[in-house]
C-alpha cells in the first residue's frame, strides 16, 4: 500500500511536469531577488548617507553641539518621520539633555562609518555572485543547445515542491495508522496474557487439591470459569471459553452413579445393574 502510494504521487509529479508550460525560468526568478535584495542595501546606505550629512549640516548656529530642533528640522527636509527622527536622536544621546555633544557625536559617526563600510562590502560581494553565474553561463555557451533542456523553470519547480508536499503528508497519514494498528496489537497481546495467566491460575488450583474427587474437581472448575468469564464478557472468545467447550460431559456418569447406588438396607449383591439395551432371548 506505502508503495503504491509512492508510485502513484510520482507519476503525477512526471505527467505533470511533462504539461506544465513554464512562463518563468529559474534564472528570472533570482534574478528578481538579487535585484530586490540590492536595492534594499541601496536603501541603506542611502539612509546612512543622510544621516551623514544631517550631522554636517544640522548645527546651524555653529556651536558645536546639534540640539533636537536643529536635528529634527534637517532630517524633516530629508522626508524622515518624527518617530524615525526620535529613535536615532534618543539611541546617542546618553546623557538625556536633548542635545548631541562632541563625544556623542563622535561616536554616532563612528557607528555610521562601521555600517557603511559593511554595506559596501556585502553590496560588493552581492555583485560578485552575480557576476559568477554569467561567466560560468559564458563559457559554456559554446555546448550547443544541450544546456537549455537542463535548466529547470520556477513553475516546475513549485510543482514539485507541491507533490513533495503532498507525499510527506501521505507517508505522516500511513505512519499514524501503524501506529494505530501497533497499539492495537499491543492492547490484544496484553489481553492473551492475561488470558493465559488465568488458565494456568485455574489449572494450578485444580491440580492442587488432589484430595478432591472428580465430580468437585469439575465443579470447582465450572465454577472459576464462570466466573472468568463473567469477567471477560466484553471478549468474543478465550481459551476458558474453549476449555468449557471442551469439557468431557457427565451427565452420562452421574446417572450412572444414581443408578447403580445402594439403598438403605441392601446388600452389594442386590446393587441394580443399568441396563445394556438388549432384550434377553425368550424361549
Do not use: C
Not at 62 to 79: H, N, P, S, T
Not at 259 to 281: F, V
Amino acid at each position: 500500500m506505502f508503495l503504491a502510494i509512492i508510485n502513484d504521487t510520482y507519476s503525477e509529479v512526471k505527467s505533470d511536469l511533462s504539461t506544465q508550460k513554464s512562463e518563468f525560468e529559474l534564472g528570472d526568478y533570482f534574478k528578481r531577488s538579487y535585484e530586490k535584495m540590492l536595492e534594499r542595501l541601496n536603501v541603506k546606505r542611502d539612509r546612512i548617507i543622510d544621516i551623514q550629512d544631517a550631522l554636517r549640516s544640522a548645527d546651524v548656529n555653529k556651536d558645536g553641539v546639534i540640539e533636537f530642533d536643529e536635528w529634527r528640522r534637517d532630517l524633516k527636509a530629508r522626508g524622515y518621520t518624527d518617530v524615525e527622527i526620535e529613535n536615532v536622536f534618543s539611541r546617542y544621546d546618553v546623557d538625556g539633555d536633548r542635545v548631541l555633544r562632541d563625544s556623542e557625536q563622535l561616536h554616532f559617526k563612528a557607528d555610521l562609518a562601521a555600517l557603511e563600510n559593511n554595506l559596501e562590502k556585502d553590496i560588493n560581494n552581492l555583485k560578485k555572485e552575480s557576476i559568477a553565474p554569467k561567466q560560468a553561463d559564458g563559457k559554456g555557451a559554446g555546448a550547443g543547445e544541450s544546456d537549455n533542456g537542463n535548466r529547470v523553470t520556477y513553475d516546475e519547480f513549485a510543482i514539485l515542491v507541491r507533490r513533495i508536499d503532498r507525499m510527506e503528508y501521505s507517508i505522516g497519514n500511513i505512519v499514524s495508522r501503524i501506529d494505530d494498528v501497533l497499539s492495537k496489537l499491543e492492547v490484544l497481546e496484553k489481553s492473551k496474557i492475561k488470558r493465559r495467566e488465568a488458565l494456568t491460575r485455574i489449572l494450578n488450583t485444580i491440580s492442587e487439591d488432589g484430595h478432591l474427587t472428580r465430580d468437585d474437581r469439575h465443579e470447582r472448575l465450572e465454577k472459576m470459569i464462570r466466573n472468568e468469564l463473567e469477567g471477560n464478557s466484553l471478549e468474543r472468545q478465550t481459551p476458558i471459553q474453549s476449555l468449557l467447550t471442551d469439557a468431557p460431559d457427565t451427565r452420562s456418569t452421574s446417572y450412572y452413579q444414581s443408578q447403580t447406588s445402594l439403598r438403605p438396607g441392601q446388600d452389594e449383591k442386590d446393587r441394580s445393574r443399568p441396563s445394556t439395551g438388549k432384550k434377553k432371548d425368550q424361549y
